[in-house]
């Protein structure tokens, strides 16, 4: 697991021991200990310095992850020198005030029984993770670096290292390990060639006597979906009344809970808003581990660190976590880690534009679309209506090795005529068109709450007698994915009479609407008004749209 930036691998650590734990209540039987691991991590200085450290330790000793040991390494050492230049707090009773059982090894250079005490100590202790201080000198054994920052966060040198070797008694040529430490090392092929064996014969017993829960269990670790897992998600008609995506968005999430085994997450302290309760399912806490909601609480930053490591640790979980779409400003350094690391995490953001209304400019994302978008390898989506609710859920699911953001609604939708679960996967496509030879007069893209005025636009154009082409934008990064024939049909290059809506900033729509085109959306912070009026004084409007695509059909 990754580690940097500092603080992410203790985070993502207790995502690990929250999943074996949630495994182990869920298929360990009598006599049937088939999910049984600890979970080590090892921190340092600058870890515990960094806030999302302690988010995600508040959790683990909340949920009483037992089988994680964290070891500290106490060294008083960073980059910038002594850390009694900033950290000077008491970590021990830090820790124990969490409700985590702290064990102190004073000889971190060379108590090796000690350490191995501590380990066996903290084994035992079954009902709280353990934090293993282990004070040590950074850059032991250097003669003229050691216990400094120049130990830190550069290479000791030519002249530096063969002291260093000399002090230590180090005869062996750079880069050498001796026999005698491969032969200790080795050790392990063989050992754990044993422990894979005794676990394989104890897994044939369990699926003998528990074979539907092996069956799952076994395409949990394999990643396998099960078949025809597509067909839970809810379709909609536009005779269906309309409703927030955020809340078509609970409707996915519960029905792919049912049929999909591996499914958990939560909010940060925002389930009744972001709509992410499982109602079938419990609360996950220290007695009700095998539950499916998580409550995170206000920790926006570890929420996301937790869940890569729930994602890294079995290929079939699917952890989501939710909030506020701006708050993710509070956590990006844990979705770039995931996007980073190929984590399937799902994001599920609510409260997507300024159409949140009272809240304000703090709560009101507007740079945030663009920024996702301009991050590698994450899939962002603002679906429409329910049609595109669910194809996004399709589109997260499958993506294995990537994480989705999700940009979800405040403000009821309606389910549009046109809009298709499977037509998500292309990112972009023609929802209406009555042009002829793929020569509309203008095209109109919308996307999420926006798609709605573009269709309203396009509707009164048409009645002027114009070729009108409504394109519903999903997501870029999967349009781009499609190919230059698919791309083409959907936005010819030869009409360049483009016009894009969209409530955030227009921060990179001229790649799709080109020089030549218009792009209406929100340069600057949102106010505090209810939705309908604020996209009136913002500009978001039909009448809006109709100027723009009038103007740029003139040329």
Same mark, same amino acid.
């Given at each position: 697991?990754?580690?940097?930036?500092?603080?992410?691998?203790?985070?993502?650590?207790?995502?690990?021991?929250?999943?074996?734990?949630?495994?182990?209540?869920?298929?360990?039987?009598?006599?049937?200990?088939?999910?049984?691991?600890?979970?080590?991590?090892?921190?340092?200085?600058?870890?515990?310095?960094?806030?999302?450290?302690?988010?995600?330790?508040?959790?683990?000793?909340?949920?009483?992850?037992?089988?994680?040991?964290?070891?500290?390494?106490?060294?008083?050492?960073?980059?910038?020198?002594?850390?009694?230049?900033?950290?000077?707090?008491?970590?021990?009773?830090?820790?124990?005030?969490?409700?985590?059982?702290?064990?102190?090894?004073?000889?971190?250079?060379?108590?090796?029984?000690?350490?191995?005490?501590?380990?066996?100590?903290?084994?035992?202790?079954?009902?709280?993770?353990?934090?293993?201080?282990?004070?040590?000198?950074?850059?032991?054994?250097?003669?003229?670096?050691?216990?400094?920052?120049?130990?830190?966060?550069?290479?000791?040198?030519?002249?530096?290292?063969?002291?260093?070797?000399?002090?230590?008694?180090?005869?062996?040529?750079?880069?050498?390990?001796?026999?005698?430490?491969?032969?200790?090392?080795?050790?392990?092929?063989?050992?754990?060639?044993?422990?894979?064996?005794?676990?394989?014969?104890?897994?044939?017993?369990?699926?003998?006597?528990?074979?539907?829960?092996?069956?799952?269990?076994?395409?949990?670790?394999?990643?396998?979906?099960?078949?025809?897992?597509?067909?839970?998600?809810?379709t909609y008609t536009p005779e269906i009344p309309g409703d927030a995506t955020r809340n078509l968005s609970q409707q996915c999430l519960n029905a792919l809970a049912k049929v999909l085994p591996g499914l958990l997450g939560g909010s940060a302290d925002l389930a009744s808003s972001n709509m992410t309760l499982l109602k079938m399912f419990g609360d996950l806490q220290k007695e009700t581990p095998e539950e499916r909601n998580i409550r995170f609480g206000v920790r926006e930053h570890g929420m996301g660190a937790i869940c890569n490591g729930i994602a890294h640790h079995t290929n079939g979980l699917i952890p989501y976590c939710a909030t506020f779409f701006v708050f993710t400003d509070y956590m990006r350094p844990a979705i770039r880690l995931a996007a980073l690391s190929?984590?399937?995490?799902?994001?599920?953001?609510?409260?997507?534009?300024?159409?949140?209304?009272?809240?304000?400019?703090?709560?009101?994302?507007?740079?945030?679309?663009?920024?996702?978008?301009?991050?590698?390898?994450?899939?962002?989506?603002?679906?429409?209506?329910?049609?595109?609710?669910?194809?996004?859920?399709?589109?997260?699911?499958?993506? =294995?090795? @990537?994480? *989705?953001?999700? %940009?979800? !609604?405040?403000?009821?939708?309606?389910? +549009?005529? &046109?809009?298709?679960?499977?037509?998500?996967?292309?990112?972009?496509?023609?929802?209406?068109?009555?042009?002829?030879?793929?020569?509309?007069?203008?095209?109109?893209?919308?996307?999420?709450?926006?798609?709605?005025?573009?269709?309203?636009?396009?509707?009164?154009?048409?009645?002027?007698?114009?070729?009108?082409?409504?394109?519903?934008?999903?997501?870029?990064?999967?349009?781009?994915?499609?190919?230059?024939?698919?791309?083409?049909?959907?936005?010819?290059?030869?009409? =360049?009479? @483009?016009? *894009?809506?969209? %409530?955030? !900033?227009?921060?990179?729509?001229?790649? +799709?609407? &080109?020089?030549?085109?218009?792009?209406?959306?929100?340069?600057?912070?949102?106010?505090?008004?209810?939705?309908?009026?604020?996209?009136?004084?913002?500009?978001?409007?039909?009448?809006?749209?109709?100027?723009?695509?009038?103007?740029?059909?003139?040329?």
């Amino acid at each position: 697991m990754l580690y940097r930036p500092l603080g992410q691998g203790i985070a993502n650590a207790v995502g690990l021991a929250l999943a074996e734990k949630h495994l182990a209540s869920r298929y360990n039987k009598p006599g049937h200990e088939i999910v049984d691991h600890y979970t080590y991590v090892i921190l340092g200085d600058g870890c515990q310095m960094e806030g999302v450290s302690n988010e995600a330790c508040s959790l683990a000793a909340h949920w009483g992850l037992g089988k994680l040991i964290a070891f500290y390494d106490d060294n008083h050492i960073s980059i910038d020198g002594d850390t009694d230049i900033a950290f000077t707090e008491n970590v021990d009773k830090r820790f124990e005030g969490l409700g985590w059982h702290v064990i102190w090894v004073k000889n971190g250079n060379s108590g090796y029984d000690e350490i191995r005490e501590a380990i066996e100590e903290a084994r035992s202790v079954t009902d709280r993770p353990s934090l293993i201080k282990v004070t040590t000198t950074i850059g032991f054994g250097s003669p003229n670096k050691a216990n400094s920052y120049s130990a830190h966060g550069s290479a000791l040198g030519a002249k530096e290292v063969e002291a260093t070797r000399k002090n230590l008694g180090w005869a062996h040529e750079a880069f050498h390990v001796p026999d005698d430490v491969k032969k200790h090392w080795s050790r392990h092929i063989s050992e754990g060639k044993v422990v894979e064996t005794e676990w394989n014969e104890k897994f044939a017993a369990y699926e003998n006597k528990y074979k539907e829960d092996a069956t799952e269990l076994k395409a949990l670790i394999s990643g396998e979906l099960p078949v025809g897992w597509e067909k839970a998600l809810p379709t909609y008609t536009p005779e269906i009344p309309g409703d927030a995506t955020r809340n078509l968005s609970q409707q996915c999430l519960n029905a792919l809970a049912k049929v999909l085994p591996g499914l958990l997450g939560g909010s940060a302290d925002l389930a009744s808003s972001n709509m992410t309760l499982l109602k079938m399912f419990g609360d996950l806490q220290k007695e009700t581990p095998e539950e499916r909601n998580i409550r995170f609480g206000v920790r926006e930053h570890g929420m996301g660190a937790i869940c890569n490591g729930i994602a890294h640790h079995t290929n079939g979980l699917i952890p989501y976590c939710a909030t506020f779409f701006v708050f993710t400003d509070y956590m990006r350094p844990a979705i770039r880690l995931a996007a980073l690391s190929e984590s399937r995490v799902i994001y599920v953001m609510t409260h997507d534009s300024i159409g949140l209304g009272e809240d304000g400019p703090t709560h009101q994302p507007v740079e945030h679309i663009s920024s996702f978008r301009a991050m590698p390898n994450i899939l962002m989506l603002r679906p429409a209506d329910g049609n595109e609710t669910a194809g996004a859920y399709r589109v997260t699911i499958l993506n =294995t090795k @990537r994480p *989705s953001v999700l %940009a979800l !609604s405040r403000q009821k939708l309606p389910n +549009l005529k &046109g809009t298709a679960i499977e037509k998500v996967e292309k990112g972009g496509y023609v929802l209406s068109d009555n042009s002829s030879n793929n020569k509309p007069d203008v095209i109109l893209i919308g996307t999420g709450s926006e798609l709605e005025i573009a269709v309203k636009a396009g509707d009164e154009l048409r009645k002027d007698g114009k070729a009108v082409r409504v394109v519903s934008f999903v997501s870029w990064e999967l349009f781009d994915e499609q190919s230059d024939e698919y791309k083409e049909s959907v936005l010819p290059s030869g009409v =360049t009479a @483009r016009v *894009s809506i969209e %409530a955030g !900033s227009t921060f990179g729509w001229e790649k +799709l609407v &080109g020089k030549k085109g218009r792009a209406i959306g929100i340069d600057r912070f949102g106010a505090s008004a209810p939705a309908g009026r604020i996209y009136k004084e913002f500009g978001l409007t039909v009448e809006a749209v109709i100027e723009a695509a009038k103007a740029v059909c003139q040329g």
